[in-house]
């Protein structure tokens, strides 16, 4: 069988063997019982639930936890402006980086409070030291929080009737302490030890062969590039993430770093099982994932590996497959599975440039961000799927003559109402904001000349690209887009401000009302959620959803420049 | 089963006509708002009326007057098709119900008046509309009762075929659970003074008429629950549409205003949008085809979730009551010796188990002698002695359960037979009532009495199972008869010994249990039970308290009908569910048809995307928006009919209807529009 192909298979076997174990040990972790990492961590969250004064067996309900998420959250924001606006004259500054507009923090600092890691700016020369370690911070609460917020779903779906659904902080400081920060030390280890640099001096330099002197920048990656995986962060250490040998020196951290991507969104499906005790749910919820993944990959695999038939009527040889804007160390296979794992789960690291992917890849990259929820980023991507799934429970009620039912809790007009907006707002906003700047580039080509290297459909993809990714909270870039000016810096911010916090409240605020509501026990005539059928339905709910928001912008997009590639 | 006039056929024209005249009633915007799916399409349609006359003053880029025009005329159909559907519904509905309330026209009262102008109690007839609740009349053979009320004197057999169907005469009487008589129905026998119950146009009938008429029409929980997901997605198609524009803008290829129309109109969900009321009114009138008056529509569709059944033995589960069946003499005593007594003993016993006792002898040849001139005495069964029988000759013969006839016998000093005491066991055992015979203080025997289970009652329960609805039997009898029973005619559970309480205490440990519970009653005892009971049927023939407490009232007094109002209940939403589905599965081939329309001019690679291969695009965007108006007439008969429920399990029912509705969905408007396209291609 052809290595590249191999490769990829390598890398989603060990994926699923590792997220089953470690979707068990999150089951646990949120269930509160003990786990083997207790003597030693047991003790640190102590300390942090002192120096905070949180009773961590106080219970919340659902309001409480939500007040709870955005207030930590708001904290954060003004601290990130804060330091992203000063980190000039602050101390780990070697390089003598300059501190951001306030536009461009305003950006930043949403983008990573909201778990986006869009970069607007090239970790090089655009933040310091400080500057990188604050948003490495963020890139562990704001995965934390997600995960948070998941864990309270979990526990609101439990079959009884409460308004008791654990304690908030509990859970953040547990996703933080337990399960991301053990995982980010492994892999972090591993990065260091094949030549990822971690330093606080400056930059380096040496004479090249010509004579000249080239300075390399370098810092405290390793660390960064670790939780950027884990967490669906994304946000690198360096401009151009993890195509940079320093973030990703070789084949095998690459393995690594994709691996890391999906992990934990793919865990915590397990975790539900382990939670819910419903195993066969998680496994119903993990094929429909994976179909969706496999819907999106196969055919990706396919054109990158064929190649770019435009590049192939110049005489370039395609047989290494399409390696515009690849890395050779690379190739195109694991390049194109990077691609779409980075983008269903919200990750947004690269280790290719989008831009250059063939032009149906590119729409799968896209379609993986609109979807948002196979695997998707860390809790919030269940917290997605969630919403699908109270929708397709609801047709799926209806259609066996019942009045729809949810694990045992009735589904009625106000959760629908909170599903419908949730599922609402995606679309919305990607297209709304995306038709703005159509409408402005249409309207003065002059003016904003500087947007879009390549007009036409390509410079359509571009656009819609940006704010897929900026809702789907994911910060993978398409590239070729002069996004570093306010227009985008604060159009992006409010998209992934809106497109992170209300999706989180949505599924909470449903989960919490149901759980607040009788429970009914199974009968022959309930509909099951744990069986294939279900699964079909939710899927069939989530293709439809997606094909009929978006299918005209596609069309003008990706599709146009496809048909148009002979 | 009811007799009475019904419209079976779906489209009897006289209504027809008369839906056809709503339909346009119904575009008064102000009455259409209450849709906003359709509203939105008749939006649509007033815009391509102004596009339409803007072309006639001269405008050169929105394309021909003729296409713009039909674009506008078909959408203007779709509307009333949408219309349509409603109105035919509410027609079928008000005509079953006009045939309910023809009964209860205008007829004369014989209303009392307590001071009258002459005497007290005066008796005067009044036309019926005058008459007031609290209000007391008189009735007499062949008079026809003109209002409903409640018998306050008397006893009357009384003909209810107006109502039930049912040509057997009913005996209705003061006092008791059987004390409710129905405006409309005739006094065969008898005398009665009744109580008026309702005020003129507040009786259940009437309420009724007003839910199918749409005059208090309010939607349901789980209606509510629906159009939020179809205003939904009608607000993604809003935002796809209207973002197109700029795209378009961007793309350089100008987009007319009858082909964002035709998009929008096409997308979103106008098919269930515009049956969505037809689905709601088409299941009231369902249940009132089933003689079945409900109080709300929603309390059709919480039938469809019911869980749990409680079903009275007798009548429901068992025909009528108890029936002798063999006699078993004890000991020495001769076979027709004992026949003859239990023959003697139950003569004056008009119960029906005494008269099948008589009918049972008489089948054995056995006459009753001639007691007239032998100064028999007939003793009346007391609560007291537990028996009864009759004083002839000096001879004492009584009959009564095994307890109390063992009670007289052991008093005398005399023992029971050992063979007759485990012939009693035997057939409490099997389910049969023992009633042991005495003569002279000296047990003679046994006689058997059997229920006779309903044929075919063992099926619907099966299928009841199936559903995931439970059933339980309440039944008087002692728990070995009341197992024996259930155990036999196959229901899950069973309440032996019943009082009132018993069914109340049962229902709210359902209910605590998070289970929704129906039953049925008639009587003044039963009213806490019907109201705790989420779905509450009271019989026509039962006290005015049972009817208020109940949600529905099956004016057929048939205690199995709660097995057709669940399938009622679950054809509802089963019919809505599936339509959404059809209904927005439907989607996709519309893109393929209109997207690579909008955009081939500038854009030649979609014609890839055109793999209807249709015609122009003009002729695809007509072909799409023909196609998603004639979809809603060609549903109707679905709406109306609603979708066959079939008990085979929630999930296979699922595959089933994702498979015909989803599936289908997708496929039938790609050979549809392509059909359409063949025969629009001719012209555009």
Redesign the interface.
Known sequence: MNTEILGVLAMYGILVLLAIPIGRYIGKVYAGERTWPDPVLGPLDHVFFRLSGIKADRDMNWKQHLVALLTINLVWFLFSMLMLMNMSWLPFNPDGNPSMSADLAFNTTVSFVSNTNLQHYSGESGVSYLGQLVLMLFQFVSAGTGMAACAVVFNAMKERTTEKLGNFYNYFIKSCTRILLPLAIVVAIILVFNGTPMTFQGKDSYISMQGDTVQVSRGPAAAMIAIKQLGTNGGGFFGANSAVPFENPNYFTNMVEDISIVLIPMAMVFALGYILKRRRLAWVIFGVMTIGFLCFLIPSLFYEMKGNPSIGHLGISQSLGSMEGKEVRFGSAASAFWGITTTVTSNGSVNAMHDSFTPLTGMFTMLGMMVNSFYGGVGVGFLNFYVYMI?AV??????????PEFL?KK???K???IA??V??LH??LI??F???S??L???HPQEYAGWLNNPG?HG?SEMLYEYTSSSANNGSGFEGLGDGVPFWNITCGIVMLLSRFIPIVGPVAIAGILAKK????E??????TD?T??G??VF?VIA??V???F???L??GP??E???VK | MSKHIRTNKLFEPSLVKEALKQSFVKLNPRILIHNPVMFTVEIGAVVMLAVCIWIWKGEKSQGSFLYNFLIFLILLITVLFANFAEAIAEARGKAQADSLRKTREDTPAKKIFAVGEIFTNEIKTVPSSQLRKGDYFMCEAGDIIPMDGEIVQGIATIDESAITGESAPVIREAGGDKSSVTGGTKVLSDKIKVRVTTEPGESFLDKMIALVEGASRQKTPNEIALTILLAGFTIIFIIVCVTLKPFGDYASTPITIAAFISLFVCLIPTTIGGLLSAIGIAGMDRALRANVITKSGKAVETAGDLDTLLLDKTGTITIGNRKATNFWPGGTVDNYVFIEACLLASLADETPEGKSIVELASGKGIKPPDIRKDGAKFIEFTAETRSSGIDLNGMKIRKGAFDSIRSIVVKAGNEIPVDVSDRVHVIAENGGTPLVVSKDNVALGVIELQDIIKPGIQERFQRLRKMGVKTVMVTGDNPLTAKYIADKAGVDDFIAEAKPEDKMNYIRNEQTGGKLVAMMGDGTNDAPALAQADVGVAMNSGTQAAKEAGNMVDLDNDPTKLIEIVEIGKQLLMTRGTLTTFSIANDVAKYFAIVPALFIVSIPGLQSLNIMNLHSPESAILSAVIFNAIIIPLLIPLALRGVTYRPIGASALLRRNLLIYGFGGIVVPFIGIKLIDLLVSTWF
Request: net charge positive; glycine share 8%.
């Open positions: 929708i609801f047709i799926s009620g209806l259609m066996v003559g019942r009045t045992g589904i009625e007009a959760e629908m109402k419908t907006m599922a609402l679309t919305f297209l709304s995306t038709a703005l159509s409408h580039f249409a309207a459909n359509f009788k429970y009914i026990p009968s022959a005539g309930t509909l099951k069986t059928t279900f079909i339905m069939a439809i959803v094909a009929l928001s299918f005209p912008a069309s003008l599709l146009a496809f048909f148009g």
